[in-house]
């Protein structure tokens, strides 16, 4: 089955500051890359997403890339803010079918 | 857009007995998906439920363990057995809707003592 990798695991920054986490996936078959925030006590929510016939996708504060051949994608989100201090979650899919979670990054963004 | 209940929000039980947990779509899907989430970690794949067909498991993840039922096309069930304090974690059911994002459950939160 599909291997998700995410790093870092815990990542500390100023607000005001860019943020960026990494993922690899190993099947090449994945086509659906989803972003998760999750607050603590609360369900996962979807803050961005990108699909393989695309290499980058933005949404305001928040991007995503995407390099295929190396099977790699990246969150970036720029001129953080407290709110955004979450732990985030990228996953990969084949067609929507089942989705493989990396293992999280816990991002603080300190005032 | 989905929404999605689950029943019941939280529950502690004793070692050995079992829990099964509700999920309730507001309209018609394919599949559904259950995860774990233990303390602190990612979500993990438990199995997919599809509606007239035996759920389809993941590796480390067995029916005798976690029987799924999927009566409808709105309703899946999740059963945790032979409860031990390793099961204690949140379980959440998801779906997809159109081909779009996934949709998440609030969670069931269980504590085996």
């Known amino acids: 089955g599909e291997n998700v990798e995410q790093h870092p695991s815990t990542l500390s920054v100023q607000e005001g500051d860019s943020a960026v986490i990494k993922c690899t996936y190993s099947?090449?078959?994945?086509?659906?890359f989803p972003w998760y925030k999750q607050e603590l006590g609360k369900r996962p929510q979807l803050i961005i997403d990108?699909?393989?016939?695309?290499g980058e996708k933005k949404d305001q504060r928040i991007a995503v890339t995407l390099n295929k051949t190396a099977k790699h994608f990246s969150l970036h989100i720029t001129e953080t803010q407290p709110e955004d201090s979450a732990v985030y979650f990228c996953a990969a899919s084949y067609n929507f079918n089942k989705f493989y979670f990396g293992s999280g990054t816990k991002l603080n963004v300190k005032p | 857009s989905a929404v999605i209940s689950q029943k019941p929000s939280r529950d502690i039980c004793q070692r050995g007995t079992s829990l099964t947990i509700q999920c309730q779509v507001d309209?018609?899907?394919?599949?559904m998906f259950w995860y774990r989430q233990q303390p602190g970690q990612s979500l993990t794949l438990i199995a997919t439920?599809?509606?007239?067909?035996?759920?389809?498991?993941e590796s480390g993840f067995v029916i005798d363990k976690f029987p799924i039922s999927r009566p409808n096309l709105t309703f899946s069930t999740l059963t945790v057995s032979n409860l031990s304090p390793e099961d204690s974690s949140i379980y959440l059911c998801?779906?997809?809707?159109?081909?779009?994002?996934?949709?998440f459950g609030p969670g069931t939160r269980l504590t085996v003592t």
């Open positions: 990108i699909r393989s016939n695309v």
């Open positions: 099947d090449s078959a994945s086509n659906y």
């Open positions: 439920a599809n509606q007239g067909s035996e759920a389809t498991y």
């Open positions: 998801s779906v997809n809707i159109g081909a779009d994002e996934q949709y």
């Open positions: 309209s018609q899907v394919t599949m």
